[in-house]
C-alpha cells in the first residue's frame, strides 16, 4: 500500500471522507498529536485500528467529532460541571468521558459503559471531521507504545505502507495527548494529565479529583497500565537536582564509545559544553510542544538519551513528567 501525504484541502478532504466511507483509516493532525481516525459506527474499521497499531484490545478509544456535532446522539448523563468545562475549554485538548449511548460501535469502548469524546481545535482537524460528519475513533498514529507523533512525517515514519493517506495539518502546536477527564460522577476526574491542567479545570468547577493508577489493578482508564511513549533507543532519567551527575554519565558513555545526548530544558541546557544536547525549550508550553519531537530525534541520532527532569514540574509540566517518566521508564 502507498501511503500519501497531502495538505489538507477540498481534494484530500474528499479522498479522506471515500478511504473513510469505505472502513479505512486516516491519519489526521490535531492540535495535541496525530491521530488515526476510523468510523466510530464501524466495527470492522475501529478493530483495524487495533491492528495496524499493535495496540492492546483493552485499551479504549477516543471519539472525534467537529465543534457542532450534537453529542447527545451519543452519550448521555451530560453534568453541569462538564457543560461549564466545554464551554471554557472547547473546542480544545480535553477529553471527557461520559456514559455511553451505545450507538457507536463496542470496540471504541473496548466493552466500557462509556465513551471518551474529544472536540479537537486544530483547524484541519475540524475541517476533516465537518467533512464525514461522522464520529472518528482515533488513538495517536503510531505504533503502540512507541513516541506519539506531532508531525506527518511522524506517522509516515511508524506506518508507511499500513495507510493509504495522512492529512498534513503542520507541526502540533501542543505537543503532548489531551487530558482525559473522566464525568461519570459527582466531581471530574483526571484520567490523563495533559494541556488542560489540574488548575484549569479547578478554575471553572471549584476542584477536581485525580486517579493515579496503582500498578495490577484494575485501571479506570485502561490506557494508564501500557509503556507508552518510547524511544527505540535506551533511556536514562536524572532528577534536576542530579544534573552534575547526568552530564558525567553521559560523559562517560561518549568514552565508552556509545552515542549518547543529553535531553534537557534550556536553562539546562545553556549549562552543558562539549557534549551533544536535545534541548526541550524554555517555557512548559515548549518543553510540551517539543518532547516527542525530541524523542524521536535523539533515538533517530544516538544510541542513548540522558534526559534531565525540567526543574518545572507544575501546570502542563505534570502531563509532561508523566509522558517523560513512562518514555523512560526501565521495562519497555
Ligand atoms: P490514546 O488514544 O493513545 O491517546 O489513548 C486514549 C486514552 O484515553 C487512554 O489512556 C484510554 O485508556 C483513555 N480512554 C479512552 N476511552 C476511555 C473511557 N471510555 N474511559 C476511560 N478512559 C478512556
Ligand atoms: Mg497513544
Redesign the pocket.
Known amino acids: 500500500m502507498i501511503t500519501q501525504i497531502l495538505p489538507v484541502n477540498e481534494a484530500s478532504l474528499e479522498a479522506a471522507r471515500v478511504i473513510i466511507a469505505r472502513g479505512g483509516v486516516v491519519g489526521m493532525p490535531t492540535e495535541t ?1 496525530y ?1 488515526l481516525g476510523a468510523n466510530a459506527f464501524d466495527t470492522v474499521a475501529v478493530e483495524s485500528i487495533f491492528k495496524i497499531k499493535g ?1 492492546p484490545n483493552d ?4 471519539v472525534h467529532v467537529h465543534k457542532d456535532y450534537d453529542i447527545t446522539t451519543l452519550v448521555k448523563d451530560i453534568p453541569d460541571y462538564a457543560k461549564a468545562l466545554a464551554k471554557a475549554y472547547l473546542p480544545g485538548p480535553l ?1 471527557m ?1 461520559y456514559k ?1 449511548l451505545g450507538t457507536v460501535s463496542k470496540a ?2 473496548c466493552g ?1 459503559d ?3 469524546i474529544r472536540i479537537p481545535s486544530h483547524e484541519g482537524a475540524q475541517r476533516f471531521l465537518k467533512y464525514v460528519n461522522l464520529p472518528i475513533a ?3 498514529a503510531n505504533i503502540s507504545k512507541h513516541v ?1 507523533p506531532t508531525s506527518a512525517e511522524h506517522v509516515y515514519r511508524d506506518l508507511n505502507g499500513k495507510i493509504e493517506l495522512i492529512l498534513d495539518g503542520g507541526k502540533c502546536a501542543g505537543g503532548i ?2 487530558t ?1 477527564l ?1 464525568c461519570t460522577g459527582h466531581i471530574p476526574i483526571i ?2 494529565s495533559g494541556l488542560i491542567t489540574r488548575e484549569m479545570i479547578a478554575m471553572v468547577v471549584g476542584d477536581c479529583g485525580e486517579y493515579v493508577y496503582k500498578d495490577g489493578e484494575k ?6 497500565k501500557y509503556k ?1 511513549y518510547s524511544p527505540t533507543c535506551k533511556t536514562k532519567l536524572f532528577s534536576s537536582g542530579d544534573f552534575n551527575k547526568a552530564v558525567a554519565y553521559c560523559k562517560n558513555q561518549i568514552t565508552l564509545g556509545v552515542k549518547c545526548a543529553v535531553m534537557c530544558d534550556g536553562a539546562a541546557s545553556e549549562k552543558i559544553v562539549g557534549i551533544p544536547v536535545l534541548n526541550l525549550g524554555a517555557t512548559a508550553d515548549e518543553i510540551a510542544a517539543n518532547l516527542y519531537l525530541k524523542l524521536r530525534e535523539g533515538e533517530d541520532c544516538y544510541d542513548e538519551i540522558v534526559a534531565i527532569e525540567p526543574v518545572m514540574q507544575d501546570g502542563v509540566m505534570v502531563g509532561v513528567m508523566n509522558r517523560l517518566k513512562k518514555a523512560c521508564a526501565e521495562v519497555k
Do not use: F
Not at 485501571?219 to 494508564?224: I, R, V
Open positions: 498529536v491521530g495496540r485499551n479504549p478509544l477516543i477529553t468521558v455511553s471504541v469502548s466500557l462509556t465513551l471518551a482515533a488513538p495517536s506519539s495527548e489531551s482525559v473522566d484520567l490523563r485501571a479506570l482508564s485502561p490506557g494508564l507508552h
